[in-house]
């Protein structure tokens, strides 16, 4: 059972320990409409009579204060005695009189000197006591401290008819205690006790500030809400299975809001039926609005409403921003709202939209009211497409579709709901992407124009994509390519160039593909939106087959050259050209468009195209070797996909996992790693499409760091047959070669590492990128072994000194240092493993910064810093050095201060100087930063 004084343990102590005073005590309690007040005074009244006080009691109502004038007495003060006998009845009566001695006669003769039963006076709602009680009440509390009377007074919201009397009683209430708005604490544990916050992945605060904003802390409506949920209170008893927290609370707040309803209705009738009508109105039209439009809406004089307003707030049932007003607490307007008929409302919302028009407002303002409006009414079709626009425009698509959808009630030609349903798709695709595939659906069925036909068949290829339908894309598109061909040929070709696209995710399709992928040229695209898209598919047959990377670059930096997502382009096309890029040795441009992609989409809100552009900056900051930068990304997309419905398992985000992954596999977390993959459901068999290719690289990476040679080994080979099957032969995407031959080389199996080694690098070089020659000469070098893998290394090396991508550089020196190391070259080896050990530092690339340490280790170094080079090589005493000489100290100085000898002053800023690769003192400061 949720208690009555659910949050009011504080409050409930304090009275208890004025209650204990021998003297009496008077006590002002104030609080809101359902603070708890009459819980509080209904408890202390049961704990009073328990300890053999004469309890006496009243609560007020608007209308005792308009009883006529007469004598104090304590039915007159609508006390009611709740304990105590006829002589403590008498001494009440004798108090309230302000009589200054008892009568002569009777049971009160003496009784000044005479030993009295304790009292207790409770007054609920006082601001509705009459003038006659009040002076009764204020005779009372002046006996506190004379008698042993204790007077505790609730005061609530609401006018007095007679402000003076009640102020004269509240002069005299010494101790007040007033009832604030509920937090967390006072429910935690309550809710912990009914719910069971782990069941659906959320947390107790995640139901707390929703349950708190809609209640406003108001005790009434979160003891009712919580005592709907709660099971036991229901006829539940024992032990129990406590349900998932958003079907207890869902399933608890209707039926509440018929009874907060009934609560606030009466609550309303007390305070006067402008008042309620007022309210009908607010909760009626649901957010905060102006005097006029609420008075033009219920038909009603703007003076009355004003009036009626002012009594709602005073009864803390109406906040005020700036000059609009609004039913408060949420959960009561909620309430009040579901007892207003659906024709009052549509009347209400009618009036308020005719007003506003009138006015010129803005469609954001009028909008909302035509949504609950009967429909037809003037200008409304325009007046909500321009408010969707908006509501997409700052970032809301859930609010544009339901403005959309009441587009939907208009009458419209089939090209206008063909454009909404697109529209609406199109939204969806922004909060939640399985429910935009029927509203595609829809649009494409009823599009009248080749330009909306196209539009939405690429939005709905874009959806059915990243759930990993591809084989319904494949059909609808097919279906309406066809039916473009005769009417709009560039509208045709630009849908052509997705499903080309999706068909090289798969082995049949991508069959049927190639043959029209290797006849498109730039030429064949007559318009502009056309040849950005051709140059982006363009780009990526090229990286696939591993033929022109300049070409590729060039065909990419024309298709990207409105960027990643441009606005009103629904293709498929663009992110490939920028994963194009990378494997063309640009992981630097293709960080750069990534990045301006996730600042674009996130201004505009577009979530699909967002958690796109997340995954795919990841990946270009992996392939920079920034990999705690791609952790970051990668779990950042995930959270995104999982926001608008896409599943971890599906295709989208399975690029992003596989991009987390391999960034825990660089930093030697492969635990990690494994266990993601585990939770994703690819540690099986993998789906044979395209987007599962990364995820079996990376896996191969993950058992062979495991020293699981065969599994890795299968991993790499079956990588190869899927490109291979595709004719996707490049290595520029994936290098499995090189990785199958160490594996092979580890097994012992020399002859097959060394064909696939030198298959890889004769793949490289035709395909002529830096990086993927280096690691094919890398994979060739660790397979021939000796001088001439220590030749094919340095070539590496040299390919990749100045190129983006860090790992493969560190990776390179790193067996460059180890080879040297075993054939006897220490300086060279030392230069290689020192190197080795700075970059992968910089990555984050612990396993290979360990193996370059060993390597080092083997030739008797000792290395005392994580990196040779940057503020973290020095060490203690060159720091201290060097500090010193930034500040401005001489040598001798610095070795005087010190209690060095000066050549050793000399020795330790030459190494400074090296490692912060500086030329002076004067550049000291600004390197030490």
């Keep these: 059972m949720v208690p009555t004084l659910l949050g009011r343990a504080r409050e409930r102590d304090t009275l208890y320990e004025l209650l204990e005073r021998p003297g009496g005590a008077s006590v002002l309690l104030r609080g809101g409409f359902g603070s708890g007040k009459s819980g509080l005074l209904a408890d202390l009244g049961e704990r009073a009579r328990a300890a053999g006080f004469a309890v006496f009691s ?10 006529p004038q007469a004598a104090p007495s304590p039915a007159v003060c609508s006390l009611v005695p709740e304990g105590g006998g006829e002589r403590a009845v008498a001494f009440v009566r004798w108090l309230a009189s302000g009589d200054a001695a008892p009568p002569a006669d009777g049971m009160l003769s003496g009784a000044r000197s005479a030993p009295m039963q304790r009292v207790l006076v409770l007054a609920d709602d006082l601001q509705w006591a009459d003038a006659v009680s009040l002076r009764g009440l204020r005779s009372i509390a002046r006996a506190v401290g004379a008698h042993p009377v204790t007077v505790v007074c609730a005061l609530g919201p609401g006018e007095s008819v007679d402000e003076s009397a009640l102020g004269a009683v509240l002069r005299l209430l010494d101790h007040h205690v007033r009832l604030s708005p509920l937090d967390e604490s006072a429910v935690a544990d309550r809710l912990g006790e009914i719910l069971d916050a782990s069941e659906d992945g959320q947390t107790l605060a995640e139901v707390l500030h929703p349950l708190l904003a809609a209640a406003a802390g108001n005790q009434y409506l979160i003891r009712t809400l919580l005592g709907a949920a709660d099971p036991q209170q229901h006829g539940g008893n024992g032990r129990r299975e406590c349900p998932p927290l958003h079907t207890t609370l869902t399933g608890a707040f209707k039926p509440l809001l018929a009874d907060v309803g009934v609560a606030a209705r009466a609550a309303l009738r007390r305070i006067g039926a402008d008042a309620e009508r007022v309210a009908a109105v607010l909760a009626s039209l649901g957010s ?13 004089d703007r003076h009355t409403v004003e009036d009626a307003l002012h009594a709602l707030a005073q009864a803390e049932l109406v906040q005020h921003a700036e000059v609009r007003a609004q039913l408060h607490p949420p959960l009561l307007a909620a309430g009040l709202a579901l007892g207003i008929s659906p024709t009052c409302r549509k009347r209400h919302h009618a009036r308020a939209a005719e007003l506003l028009l009138g006015w010129g407002a803005p469609a954001e303002q009028v909008a909302p009211h035509l949504v609950h409006g009967p429909a037809g009414m003037e200008q409304a079709t325009a007046i909500l497409r321009r408010a969707a626009q908006a509501a997409l425009d700052r970032g809301a698509p859930d ?12 009458d419209l030609d089939t090209q206008e709901r063909s454009e909404v349903l697109t529209l609406i798709g ?76 999706v068909s090289l995710g798969e082995a049949a399709s991508a069959v049927r593909a190639w043959p029209r992928l290797m006849e498109l040229r730039l030429r064949d695209a007559d318009d502009d939106a056309g040849r950005r898209a051709l140059a982006a598919l363009l780009s990526f047959r090229g990286a696939a087959l591993g033929q022109g990377a300049e070409d590729v670059i060039e065909l990419a930096r024309v298709g990207l050259s409105r960027g990643m997502a441009p606005v009103g382009d629904e293709s498929i096309v663009y992110p490939c050209a920028v994963l194009a890029l990378g494997a063309a040795g640009r992981p630097d441009l293709t960080f750069e468009y990534a990045d301006a992609a996730v600042a674009e989409t996130r201004a505009r809100a577009s979530a699909l195209s967002y958690a796109q552009a997340l995954s795919t900056r990841a990946n270009a900051q992996c392939r920079r070797g920034a990999f705690a930068d791609a952790r970051t990304d990668a779990q950042h997309a995930l959270a995104a996909f999982r926001d608008i419905g896409v599943d971890h398992r599906e295709s989208h985000s399975v690029f992003a996992v596989a991009t987390l ?11 990690k790693a494994e266990a993601l993959f585990g939770e994703c459901d690819l540690s099986g068999p993998l789906g044979f499409h395209t987007i599962y290719d990364y995820p079996l690289l990376v896996r191969g990476w993950v058992h062979a760091a495991d020293n699981r040679l065969e599994r890795a080994l299968a991993d790499f080979l079956h990588l190869g047959e899927r490109l291979n099957a595709r004719g996707m032969p490049g290595p520029g995407f994936y290098p499995w070669r090189s990785e199958a031959a160490l594996v092979h080389l580890l097994l012992g199996d020399r002859q097959s590492a060394l064909t696939l080694a030198d298959e890889e690098l004769r793949l490289a070089r035709t395909w002529g990128v830096a990086e993927m020659t280096a690691v094919a000469l890398r994979g060739r070098a660790l397979v021939v072994g000796h001088e001439e893998g220590l030749e094919l290394l340095d070539e590496a090396a040299r390919l990749l000194g100045g190129d983006a991508a860090r790992f493969r550089y560190a990776q390179i020196q790193a067996d460059r240092g180890t080879l040297a190391v075993r054939y ?34 083997e030739l008797g170094d000792r290395p005392r810093t994580p990196t040779f080079r940057g503020r973290e090589a020095l060490t203690p005493a060159q720091r201290q050095v060097a500090e010193l000489a930034a500040q401005g100290m001489t040598n001798t100085e610095i070795a005087s201060h010190l209690f060095v000898g000066l050549r050793t002053v000399e020795m330790h800023l030459s190494k400074v100087y090296a490692k912060l690769a500086v030329r002076g003192r004067h550049a000291l400061e600004q390197a030490l930063r």
């Design 288 to 300: 905060a609005q102006l005097p006029e439009v609420i008075a033009h809406a219920g038909a009603m």
């Design 58 to 67: 009243a609560c007020y109502e608007p209308a005792a204060s308009h009883r």
């Design 399 to 410: 609010e544009a579709v339901i403005y959309l959808r009441r587009t939907l009630s208009e």
């Design 426 to 501: 199109a939204a969806r695709l922004d909060s939640d992407v399985p429910a935009a595939v029927p509203e595609l659906r829809s649009s494409l069925r009823l599009g009248a124009t080749p330009q909306a036909l196209a539009r939405s068949a690429r939005s709905l290829t874009g959806a059915l994509f990243a759930m990993d339908r591809y084989g319904e894309a494949l059909t609808m598109l097919e279906g309406t390519i066809r039916r473009l061909r005769t009417e709009d040929a560039a509208a045709a070709l630009r849908l052509e160039l997705d499903y080309l696209l």
């Design 824 to 857: 006897g070259r220490p300086e060279d080896a030392r230069a290689a493993l020192q190197e080795a050990v700075s970059v992968a530092h910089e990555c984050g690339a612990q396993p290979i910064a360990q193996q370059a340490r060993a390597g080092l280790r």
């Design 661 to 671: 992954a391999e960034a825990f596999v660089r930093q030697g977390q492969t635990q």
